[in-house]
């Protein structure tokens, strides 16, 4: 059986958030996909699987017909998604399909099989990603029996993997993660029956992770706004089969990193970080060795600015890790080295309408000096000040 299966998956939640419209059927055959690849080499691209597999994960006969099979792939082929990597910043935008071919081919003993690949463009959300994805166990794919639960069983992996047992999360965030449709359920107790208390049930039976929760949050009339959820282990489970591979400390540290550097921004923005925004935080930590306190520096780094956003961090981040900034030293001597260079310019810089006409108003000037301190002149050789002597009376007549 498929399903009995403990391998380890892991997704972007990039593109976990383009494909909430995936029929359960469909979210088992990309599941099996993502157990049978290695994400870090490419060449796994190409996936068997064998008929029988293929009949029982998509809920079909023995004796379903050619067309009926073909039919059956067509819409995962058909799905497009924008295949844009967040870190080619140059790319407006660029769709293309998640997979590029699926054929049904037959062995030298007469057994069928199906072969899946990858669509090029695609290759960069599935393999060899250094953002951020999600790690969850294949099994439960096979397990839960909709699409809701599947999605709430990825949201209960991402939470965890950042170190949230206990949070607090808007209703509507929550109903748009699950892919519910702004006409579907529209009343609190609707969703709360037909959608959450199913997932809580169907979690707490089959998968390793499980979830309870409140009502948080009261709006206007009584009407729920937030819900605070309660991630729990499920021991039976976790008792039945090898649990999930545990990040080892160093993931531990920078998974705690990143939960902390993530509320940063989320309070300094006044908003939540998206899943892009979130590619660009996570490289922070991952890749250029950030910390929070590098953040909160360089979110200082850019407060002079009109509109700071989430990509100026990035900017300076990037420029920090090319320079070698690793400590909350290197940033305040890379910074005084910045300002020095450039306060003298910004300081006799005047742009009408500007917001800040002067350097120390802009926040240029290194913090720790008076901005009424003036800039020395540079002293002007006596040889060029003689030739603009005023010794001579003036030619009444000049040659013009």
Same mark, same amino acid.
């Given at each position: 059986m498929v399903h009995k299966g403990n391998e380890i998956i892991e997704i972007r939640d990039y593109l976990l958030d383009q494909l909430k419209d995936l029929s359960l059927q469909e979210w088992r055959l990309l599941g099996y996909y993502l157990e049978k690849i290695n994400p870090r080499d490419i060449n796994t691209r190409y996936v068997r699987i064998d008929l029988d597999d293929y009949l029982e994960i998509m809920g079909l006969g023995e004796d379903a017909n050619i067309p009926y099979l073909k039919a059956s792939t067509k819409k995962l082929l058909l799905k497009v998604i924008d295949g844009k990597d967040p870190q080619k910043k140059n790319v407006v935008y660029s769709q293309t399909t998640l997979f590029q071919r699926c054929r049904l081919l037959s062995d030298e003993k007469g057994k069928y099989y199906f072969e899946l690949n990858a669509a090029d463009d695609s290759l960069p959300l599935l393999f060899d990603f250094k953002d951020h994805y999600i790690k969850a166990r294949g099994m439960n794919i096979f397990e839960l029996d909709s699409p809701n639960q599947i999605l709430m069983y990825f949201y209960l992996c991402k939470q965890n993997g950042l170190g949230r047992k206990t949070f607090e999360v808007p209703v509507d965030e929550l109903r748009d993660w699950l892919g519910i449709k702004p006409d579907e359920y529209q009343r609190f107790g609707n969703f709360k029956d037909y959608v959450l208390s199913v997932c809580e049930k169907a979690l707490k039976e089959h998968s390793e992770l499980y979830f309870t929760y409140e009502k948080g949050k009261l709006g206007a009339h009584g009407k *729920?706004?937030?819900?605070?959820?309660?991630?729990?282990?499920?021991?039976?489970?976790?008792?039945?089969?090898?649990?999930?591979? &545990?990040?080892d400390e160093s993931e531990n540290k920078e998974n705690e990193e990143i939960r902390k550097v993530t509320e940063l921004c989320e309070k300094c923005f006044n908003k939540k970080i998206n899943p892009i925004e979130f590619d660009w935080l996570r490289s922070w930590i991952k890749d250029y060795g950030m910390t929070e306190e590098l953040v909160k520096r360089a979110i200082k780094d850019n407060?002079?600015?009109?509109?700071?956003?989430?990509?100026?961090?990035?900017?300076?981040?990037?420029?920090?890790?090319?320079?070698?900034?690793?400590? &909350? $030293?290197?940033?305040?001597?890379? *910074?005084?080295? $910045?300002?020095?260079?450039?306060?003298?310019?910004?300081?006799?810089?005047?742009?009408?309408?500007? !917001?800040?006409?002067?350097?120390?108003? !802009?926040?240029?000037?290194?913090p720790e000096e008076s901005s009424e301190k003036e800039t020395k002149n540079e002293e002007i050789p006596e040889d060029i000040l003689d030739m603009f002597a005023d010794d001579e009376e003036p030619d009444e007549s000049p040659d013009i």
């Open positions: *729920c706004e937030t819900l605070k959820i309660h991630i729990k282990e499920n021991k039976k489970i976790s008792k039945q089969t090898e649990s999930v591979q &545990l990040p407060s002079f600015r009109n509109y700071l956003t989430m990509k100026n961090i990035d900017d300076t981040l990037m420029k920090w890790h090319e320079n070698g900034v690793k400590t &909350l $030293e290197d940033a305040e001597a890379f *910074c005084k080295k $910045e300002y020095e260079a450039n306060k003298l310019k910004a300081a006799r810089k005047t742009v009408t309408g500007s !917001a800040w006409p002067t350097g120390a108003e !802009a926040g240029i000037l290194w």
